[in-house]
Each structure stands twice: as structure tokens, then as C-alpha cells.
């Protein structure tokens, strides 16, 4: 075993609950195992792979040809968008979500929590390139809480000495039995930018259905949002603060197809509700000022 994942096993490991492996591909990835469900986190992008709460399927999405090597963003689970979401606005050249999903993060915390779960601190370790590509004294970390819940909080610190304008998003894949049968609620009234239309300005009308390619930004919006899953007979609902910003995403068959990496209708497995701040919600972080961006995530039964 490489001796960076014996001095994270030494220094971060809960007997088990918590412990580093290392794969082929150079990832090195946390499982966590509590009683009250399992998750695997890739120190990559601090990338949530995988949660299966107790009891239940995995409510993450990952694509079979997931590519989890260091330095490629992942097809699903928890893609840390930031500190841009989407493509950036003055060069296209740049990675599309920002640079923290491709860069590596450090262990600062693990903890068992006293109700049986666990918590893990990570932090933003942007390599020269990222360091290159915003040259600004703040820093990224993440907190990731596993119990019967999963609750993640994106924290941006400003250490500089100028306000500085953030715009991220935790850009979850969630696993469903057939996404033209779910929904999603809690964004009826919403106004939304059409991205398969322009960017046209829409208002939502109802639940949110997938019936071909759906890419909307819905902004102003600080809405628990539910994804209804009768074939998987389970409620997600996904609650969030220091979020105004949700976005819906299902790149359906054209997309995922040139996206190459969704496998055999893997569109009809996943659906994307992304708790962030884009668009017109961007945040301005000033000196020395702090900006939580916090998800909780859970299951039930579809009654
Ligand atoms: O959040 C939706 C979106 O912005 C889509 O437009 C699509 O680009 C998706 O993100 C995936 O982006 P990625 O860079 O991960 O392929």
C-alpha cells in the first residue's frame, strides 16, 4: 500500500467505520461504514461516490464508465462545482464547473459522531494549475456529515483582502428506476433559465417531469425540493440554506450520447437536482467573510 494511504490510514482511520484504499488508477478513496449506512468519497474533487443509506438502494447515481483517476472530473455522484458553475464567463478554455472537481483536497478531520455516524473535513489543495487559474487568497473546504441523513457543507473562506465573487454548486446525481416516471417538487412558481431554449426565462408550472432533454437553472429559490420515485416506491428530499440557486438536469439520449460516458441508456437511470448559486445568484464573499453553501439529503418511503 503506497505510504500516502498508510499515513491517511494512521492518521485519519476509525477501526471499522472509516478507511483509505488505493486503486489502479491513483484515486485514493474514504469508505464509510456506520450503522447507519455506507458512502465512498474520492480525495479527487472531495467527490462523493456513493451513499447507501441503511435499508435502502444507492440513492447516488455513478455511470459505468465513471473515470475516477485524478484530474478527470467523475460522471456522477457529487461533483463540487466552483469556483464557477458551468462554463466561465470570460474563457471557455477553462475547466466547465471550475477547477475544485479536478483537483486534489486534503484530510483535515474524521470523527465518529455520538449518534453512530460520521464526520469527515476536507480542504481544497488547488495544484499550480488551479492556483494559475484564480489567483485569489481563498480557500474551499468540505464537511460531510454521514448518519441517517447526509448533510455536506461547501464552506468558502475570503483570506484576501478583496470581495470576491464565487458562483458553485453541489451538483448531485441521483439514482432513480426510470426517470420518465419520477418527479421533481418544490420548484412550482420558480422562475427558470431554459437552457435547452436560450436560456429563455420560464416560470415552473407544477412538477418537474423528464420526457426529453431537461437543463434549467432555477434561481431565486431557497425550496426544499422532493424527488418522487414510485418505481424505487422512495421520496429524496433535498433540503438546503446559503442556496438560491437549484438547477435540473437530464441530458437524455443526443446529449448523453456525445457526453460518452452514460453508458447504454444510463440517462434513464439519473436525474440531476443541483443545490447551488449561478447565474444571477452568485455570491460576493468579502474580506475576511465566509459563505456556507449546506445540503441535507434523505430517504423515505413513498407512501
Ligand atoms: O448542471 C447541468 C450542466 O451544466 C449541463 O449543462 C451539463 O453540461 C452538465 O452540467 C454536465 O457538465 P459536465 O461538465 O460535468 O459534463
Known amino acids: 500500500m503506497p505510504d500516502a494511504v498508510a499515513e491517511l490510514n494512521e492518521r485519519f482511520a476509525i477501526e471499522g467505520e472509516l478507511r483509505f484504499t488505493s486503486h489502479g488508477d491513483g484515486s485514493t478513496v474514504a469508505n464509510l461504514s456506520t450503522r447507519q449506512g455506507e458512502a465512498a468519497l474520492s480525495l479527487s474533487g472531495a467527490h462523493l461516490l456513493h451513499w447507501s443509506p441503511l435499508g435502502h438502494r444507492p440513492v447516488l ?16 455522484g457529487i461533483p463540487i462545482c466552483w469556483p464557477w458553475f458551468g462554463q466561465h464567463e470570460r474563457d471557455s478554455s477553462l475547466p466547465s464547473h471550475g477547477f475544485a472537481r479536478v483537483s486534489p483536497w486534503t484530510v483535515e478531520r474524521t470523527a465518529a459522531s455520538p449518534d453512530g455516524g460520521l464526520h469527515m473535513t476536507m480542504a481544497l489543495n488547488p495544484d499550480e494549475r488551479g492556483r494559475s487559474l484564480w489567483p485569489h487568497a481563498v480557500a474551499a473546504k468540505l464537511a460531510v456529515d454521514l448518519g441517517r441523513e447526509l448533510r455536506m457543507d461547501l464552506i468558502t473562506r475570503n483570506h484576501g483582502s ?18 420518465r416516471q419520477a418527479a421533481v417538487t418544490g420548484l412550482s412558481g420558480c422562475l427558470y433559465l ?62 448523453a450520447t456525445r457526453l460518452g460516458d452514460f453508458g447504454e441508456d444510463g440517462h434513464l437511470g439519473m436525474i440531476c437536482v443541483e443545490s447551488g448559486n449561478t447565474s444571477e445568484n452568485v455570491i460576493t464573499v468579502a474580506p475576511g467573510g465566509e459563505h456556507i453553501l449546506s445540503v441535507r439529503y434523505s430517504v423515505e418511503a413513498l407512501d
Open 61 to 76: 447515481w455513478l455511470s459505468p464508465h465513471a473515470r475516477l483517476a485524478p484530474g478527470h472530473s467523475i460522471r456522477g
Open 162 to 179: 478583496s470581495p470576491i465573487i464565487v458562483g458553485e454548486a453541489l451538483h448531485t446525481y441521483f439514482s432513480v428506476s426510470d426517470v
Open 194 to 255: 431554459d437552457k435547452v431554449d436560450g436560456g429563455r426565462r420560464r416560470i415552473q408550472e407544477g412538477k418537474v417531469l423528464v420526457a426529453g432533454e431537461v437543463d434549467r437553472v432555477y434561481v431565486n429559490t431557497t425550496s426544499e425540493c422532493c424527488i418522487e420515485d414510485p418505481g424505487f416506491a422512495r421520496r429524496i428530499r433535498i433540503r438546503k440554506s446559503g442556496s438560491r440557486s437549484t438547477v435540473v438536469w437530464n441530458p437524455w439520449i443526443d446529449k
